[in-house]
């Protein structure tokens, strides 16, 4: 992926949660920073449904600058993970204990996730 999105809006209340995405260097991936919510998630899916047509067996997701994912991001990386064909995974390094809590206790099976927190 050789294009960085962001998204960052700015309401009457203040400033919304932003999420930042950039290539990684030396391998396949991305790393991101900020929240993926409703405000951010069109941002999150489009870096998954990029990454599912990537065509190496590992994909990084560097998740180190991400403090929030609700449900409905995380459903996303799981669907996402069940569209890779076999052999194929995300590995989601240093995701908020939030998103792998709920991928734990709610896609156990999902085969095409891997958590590291190193």
């Excluded at 920073?33 to 047509?53: K, S």
């Amino acid at each position: 992926m050789n294009t960085r999105h962001q998204l960052s809006e700015t309401g009457s209340r203040g400033p919304e949660p932003g999420l930042a995405v950039f290539p990684l260097a030396g391998r396949r991936g991305v790393r991101a920073a900020g929240e993926v919510g409703l405000t951010t998630r069109a941002i999150w899916e489009g870096v998954l449904e990029q990454a599912v047509r990537e065509d190496d067996d590992v994909y990084y997701l560097e998740l180190s600058g991400v403090t929030f994912v609700d449900v409905a991001g995380a459903g996303a990386l799981a669907a996402a993970a069940g569209q890779l064909r076999d052999g194929r995974r995300f590995v989601v390094r240093r995701p908020p204990p939030a998103l792998r809590r709920t991928l734990d206790l709610l896609w156990p099976d999902q085969r095409g996730i891997e958590v590291s927190t190193s």
